[in-house]
C-alpha cells in the first residue's frame, strides 16, 4: 500500500497553461505539505494544511493555490506557468501536532514547462 | 535567517568503511534535528531524529550525533555499503512550531565496492 501517492509523476507543459497535482496520503495523518525540489536539490516548503486549514504559507506567486477537500487529500493548482516553475514537487504528510513531527514524502511529480 | 549548511561536495568512500556527513546550522537553537535519505527520482525518506537533550542517537549502521554548543550534527553510517548510496538530508524544525522543516541541499554519497 502506499503510504503518500501523487499524481500525475511527470507532467510536461507549455508556458501560460495551467495544471494540477494530487496528492492523497492514507496514514491518518492531520497534517499535509507541499514541497519545491529545484535544479540544486534545494527541498524548500510551500504549503501546509492541518484539518483542511492552512497553517504554513511560504513566500509563494499567488499563481500557486493549494487546495484540501479533506484531511487525505492536498491538491496544487498552479495558474500561468512560467519557465521558473520547473522543479520536482513533493508532497508530504505528518501526524502533527501530536507527535514530533516526522514526514512522510510522495513520490514526487517532475513539472517540465516548455 | 536560519541556515543549514551541507557538504556540497559527493562524498565517495569505499565498502566496509566509515561514512561521516555534517550538517551545521546557524541562527537558530532548535529543539531537534533530522536525517532523511533519498534517492534519484524518490522522496525524501525518514531516518533518524535527535533532539537537543540528546547528545547521541543510533539505529543499526547509523548513528547521529547534536552539539547545540558547535550547532553541528554528524551523521555516521558504518561498516557502508554499496546501497547506501543515496543523498543525505538534514532538517531543522522552523521557528513558530508550525511544523514547518527547513531542509540542508544534500550530500550525496557514493560507497564503492
Known amino acids: 500500500d502506499t503510504a503518500v501517492s501523487q499524481t500525475p509523476k511527470y507532467l510536461v507543459t507549455q508556458m501560460g497553461n495551467d495544471k494540477s497535482i494530487k496528492c492523497e496520503q492514507n496514514l491518518g495523518h492531520d497534517t499535509m505539505y507541499w514541497y519545491k525540489q529545484d535544479s540544486k536539490k534545494f527541498l524548500k516548503i510551500m504549503f501546509s494544511?492541518?484539518?483542511?486549514?492552512?497553517?504554513i504559507n511560504e513566500t509563494v506567486p499567488n499563481r500557486f493555490s493549494p487546495k484540501s477537500p479533506d484531511k487525505a487529500h492536498l491538491n496544487l493548482h498552479i495558474n500561468s506557468l512560467e519557465l521558473g516553475d520547473s522543479a520536482v514537487y513533493f508532497c508530504?504528510?505528518?501526524?502533527?501536532?501530536?507527535?514530533?513531527?516526522?514526514?512522510?514524502f510522495g513520490p514526487g511529480t517532475r513539472l517540465t514547462v516548455l | 535567517s536560519q541556515k543549514i549548511e551541507q557538504n556540497s561536495e559527493a562524498l565517495n568512500i569505499q565498502e566496509g568503511k566509515t561514512a561521516t556527513l555534517t550538517c551545521n546550522y546557524t541562527?537558530?537553537?532548535?529543539?531537534?534535528l533530522q536525517w532523511y535519505r533519498q534517492d534519484p527520482g524518490r522522496g525524501p525518506v525518514f531516518l533518524l531524529l535527535?533532539?537537543?537533550?540528546?547528545k547521541e542517537k543510533r539505529k543499526e549502521r547509523l548513528k547521529v550525533t547534536f552539539d547545540t554548543t558547535l550547532k553541528q550534527s554528524l551523521f555516521h553510517i558504518t561498516a557502508s555499503q554499496p546501497a547506501d548510496s543515496a543523498t543525505y538530508l538534514c532538517?531543522?524544525?522552523?521557528?513558530?512550531?508550525?511544523?514547518?522543516?527547513?531542509f540542508g541541499q544534500g550530500t550525496t554519497l557514493q560507497v564503492k565496492p
Open positions: 532538517a531543522l524544525e522552523g521557528v513558530g512550531n508550525t511544523g514547518k522543516l527547513i
Open positions: 508530504a504528510s505528518s501526524s502533527r501536532p501530536e507527535v514530533v513531527d516526522t514526514q512522510y
Open positions: 535527535i533532539r537537543e537533550n540528546e
Open positions: 541562527n537558530y537553537s532548535p529543539a531537534y
Open positions: 494544511y492541518n484539518n483542511k486549514e492552512l497553517i
